[in-house]
């Protein structure tokens, strides 16, 4: 089987160099050929920002940690969702990552479950989240908050 396939590619590529052969489909260098440019189906002015987050606040922060670390800190907060199933859980700034007089601002975001399920415990409904914080973007930081729908939590330094 190998002897085969190592003869097919010897004559093959011998006879890649015959005119015949260069130019079919045989070659694997003729495969694919040059690219070229298609008209797009994208709007004349083009699509704009899509900077719209479609999650939603999570129903409430139950615990707010900030862990430090080298070179920084990491804040973790675990939210408590109404029903089991809320997923892709974030951090988000509301200031773009800068402090505003000394406040670190979050909006705790979630996506809620496909299809409705069962309320269940509050310890098997927990989404926990964490994000890095450099030590740069931590100057001048006197507190950090974490904002839900229902409630806020904050740590200060």
């Known amino acids: 089987m190998a002897r085969t396939l190592i003869a097919t590619v010897l004559i093959l590529g011998t006879l890649a160099g015959c005119g015949r052969v260069a130019e079919s489909r045989l070659n694997p260098f003729n495969w694919f050929g040059s690219s070229r440019s298609e008209a797009t189906l994208a709007p004349e002015g083009g699509y704009g920002e899509i900077d719209q987050d479609l999650r939603r606040l999570m129903d409430q922060v139950s615990a707010l940690n900030v862990e430090k670390t080298p070179g920084g800190a990491i804040i973790r907060a675990t939210g408590l969702p109404p029903e089991q199933g809320y997923y ?42 964490g994000l890095f914080v450099t030590n740069q973007a931590l100057d001048g930081v006197r507190e950090i908050r974490v904002v839900a729908a229902r409630n806020t939590r904050a740590v200060r330094r």
């Open 88 to 129: 892709d859980g974030e951090l988000v700034s509301v200031s773009d990552d800068k402090p505003v007089d000394g406040v670190l601002e979050y909006q705790f975001r979630v996506r809620p479950p496909l299809r409705p399920n069962r309320a269940s415990t509050p310890q098997s409904r927990e989404v926990v989240v």
